[in-house]
């Protein structure tokens, strides 16, 4: 990990944090911040791929060692917006099985669900690790927008570490109102925006489209991506691209 950041993003998946903060990022790296996203779920599956996990490797079209292939993808995409990465080991939501090598995420319902009990243990794991991360600088985590277990787990792993936290709202999740409105439930909380030029845009862009065996989970090719991004971001600024963090009061 490198020893100096100004600001660190956490990650849940190797593409939450430049699909959701990658205008921001570029924008930052130009200024000459030290930008650090650590991606907390880039860890291989450990023994056999479960009946969902198969079937989504091969909706990306990628082999049983699919996140060596998204790291390079990751690596690629953060070159695009100036950022440094670390990939932590642990297995994502789709890998992980209960000590009966039950899958905890055995289907898309689960998945988007909550939190499974088992995964109480790997909350307190990750909360250490959080909280030996550097503490002078901004931390970013996910706000949990579209409820995905890996987003909650992160995010409730952070609130944990008992350090202050802004949160990014995740694209394309967002784009439901609702979903943002949802994460937000309890307490008062606080909009911040991050207008995009058209060159951290732009970039932003070229950085998702990085990302080629997740695309068709989204959009139907990378013209329909960048409409999107484009659209949404028009929308949070008011007519302005915009980036949307909170920050809880």
Same mark, same amino acid.
């Given at each position: 990990m490198p020893e100096v950041a100004d600001q660190i993003y956490l990650s849940p998946h190797l593409d939450d944090v430049? @699909? !959701?903060c990658g205008g921001r990022i570029a924008l930052q790296a130009r200024a000459g911040k030290r930008v @650090?996203?650590?991606?907390?779920?880039a860890g291989r599956?450990?023994?056999a791929l479960s009946p969902f996990a198969l079937a989504l490797h091969q909706r990306w079209r990628l082999p049983r060692d699919a996140p060596a292939v998204r790291r390079?993808?990751?690596?690629? #995409?953060?070159?695009?917006?100036?950022? #440094?990465a670390t990939h932590w080991d642990l297995p994502e939501a789709i890998y992980r099985r209960a000590p009966d090598g039950t899958p905890l995420y055995a289907d898309e319902t689960s998945l988007w669900g909550g939190l499974h009990p088992a995964d109480g243990p790997l909350v307190e794991t990750l909360a250490c690790r959080i909280a030996d991360l550097p503490d002078n600088?901004? @931390?970013y985590v996910p706000l949990g927008?579209?409820?995905h277990a890996?987003?909650?787990l992160v995010r409730r792993a952070a609130e944990a570490a008992g350090r202050p936290l802004f949160y990014y709202e995740e694209c394309p999740y967002a784009e439901d109102p609702q979903a943002v409105e949802v994460a937000l439930t309890g307490g008062e909380w606080e909009p911040r925006l991050t207008f995009l030029d058209e060159q951290s845009l732009a970039a932003k862009i070229a950085a998702v489209a990085c990302y080629? !065996?997740?695309l068709n989970t989204f959009w139907a090719d990378e013209e329909a991506m960048a409409e999107r991004i484009r659209a949404y971001a028009r929308r949070v600024g008011g007519g302005r691209p915009a980036e949307r963090r909170w920050r809880r009061l």
């Open positions: 430049v @699909l !959701s @650090l996203v650590v991606t907390v779920f599956p450990e023994g390079a993808e990751d690596r690629a #995409a953060r070159a695009r917006i100036g950022a #440094a600088v901004p @931390l927008a579209g409820n890996d987003h909650r080629r !065996s997740q």
